[in-house]
């Protein structure tokens, strides 16, 4: 099982270190995206939030919290945001928040976990009727992308790698309803081709919660 262990200060420093410039340009478009969703002034979560960069970007235009479940990642998230709140935890338990989310951004985080589905579950659970599921990590969907992601894109602490297929049908049974994606390998551009976006490790998809009228009763 993994756990804070597997997340040292220096699995945090090889981040670091390759931030600049894919994770940069990933980061500004999802930016753009939680800008063109969700209104200024909501709450905003995400969930595996490292060290705290993307939710330095946004934090003057949100109200932000942040949950990882490093100690060592949020004592440096802490020292560069200045008015985010943050948590140490697991998506995979039970977080506890006083509020829900009108958006809720997790940045290769699914893959790292044991049990994804139960992960969504709590992330549908924390987001508001209305409100926007942000995802992005690797997936294996025909023979490019798994050639690709198995050479250039392999960590010993990806446990879980579904095929686009496979991923979409996991939040449709979490009761997700799919708004938009593209290849997390060219987030940048405007592609959205399914055959592009399965052909290539990396996915950005955006996903709404589905009003379920029984529950919110």
Known sequence: MLTEHNYSSQYYHHIEKGYY????????????FIKKLVPRGKKILEVGCGTGRL???IENDYETYGVDISHYAITVAQSRTQSTLFQVASIEDNITLPHQFDGIVAINVL???????????RIYQMLSW???????LPIASN???RFLQRHFYYDNSHIFI???DELKNLLKKVNFSFIIERSGTTIFLPISSR???????????????????????
């Open 111 to 121: 893959e790292h976990l044991e049990n994804p589905q139960r992960a969504l579950e």
């Open 21 to 32: 410039p894919f994770s940069f340009l990933r980061d500004k478009v999802i930016i753009h």
């Open 55 to 57: 939710l330095r970007q």
């Open 143 to 145: 023979t490019l992308s």
């Open 195 to 217: 055959i592009w976006v399965k052909s290539t490790p990396c996915y950005f998809g955006i996903y709404k919660k589905i009003f379920n009228k029984a529950e919110r009763q």
């Open 162 to 164: 579904p095929s686009l």
């Open 130 to 136: 209305d409100g926007y599921l942000f995802l992005h």
